[in-house]
């Protein structure tokens, strides 16, 4: 079949069935930030993550992915408030046509920003974590799920440990370019010891 256009209701419709009757378990993978924390587990790094899983069938199945892989159980930044947006995974979908292809579609692409609504701070745990490590891996989704200056903050207080810091803008950061979101961008370029981006990127 035809990947979805760039047009929002279609890209949104198809979000839609997708959420409503999602794959099966067999077509499901963890990705981005996940792949960077299994990979650093196997080269036999501690890892831990701070993030947001919520109590559904995605998060079991994010939390049963890393703890099979030697990660750290996450520090969560959001309380689980069962029924609300914060008992959800953040899910992406991936899709691939007959000539390999690829388009995704999430909850990213249409808001309302940030998706992680009414965290005003780091929960201590989160905060310790971050405090007490080495490195930090982040990547530029975290601009649309958490408000900008708990991203920053966390970020600094990596910095100011002495951790190093390695960023992956991402394939949003097209919404990076003006305003407060430029302004954080620009801090996290400065505080990074590591950028990994792509061409068009």
């Not at 929002?8 to 993978?29: F, I, K, M, N, Y």
């Not at 292809?101 to 249409?110: E, L, T």
């Amino acid at each position: 079949e035809n990947l979805p256009s760039s047009e929002g209701d279609e890209r949104q419709r198809v979000l839609d069935a997708l959420t409503a009757a999602p794959p099966s378990q067999e077509a499901w993978e963890v990705g981005g930030n996940c792949n960077f924390m299994i990979a650093a587990a196997r080269l036999g790094l501690v890892v831990g993550s701070v993030g947001h899983i919520g109590n559904d069938v995605y998060g079991q199945y994010v939390d049963g992915v890393l703890q099979t892989e030697s990660v750290m159980s996450a520090e969560h930044v959001a309380p689980s408030v069962l029924g609300s947006e914060l008992d959800k995974t953040l899910v992406c979908f991936v899709l691939v046509d007959n000539a390999q292809n690829h388009a995704f579609v999430s909850s990213y692409d249409f808001g309302p920003w940030p998706l992680l609504q009414g965290i005003t701070s780091l929960p201590p745990g989160s905060g310790q974590r971050l405090s007490n490590t080495n490195a930090m891996w982040t990547n530029g989704f975290v601009f649309d799920e958490l408000p900008l200056d708990i991203v920053v903050s966390a970020c600094q207080q990596t910095v100011t440990s002495g951790a190093a810091v390695f960023f992956d803008p991402g394939p949003r950061c097209f919404t990076m370019l003006s305003g407060e979101r430029r302004a954080a961008l620009d801090t996290l370029l400065d505080w990074s010891d590591v950028v990994l981006m792509t061409e068009e990127e």
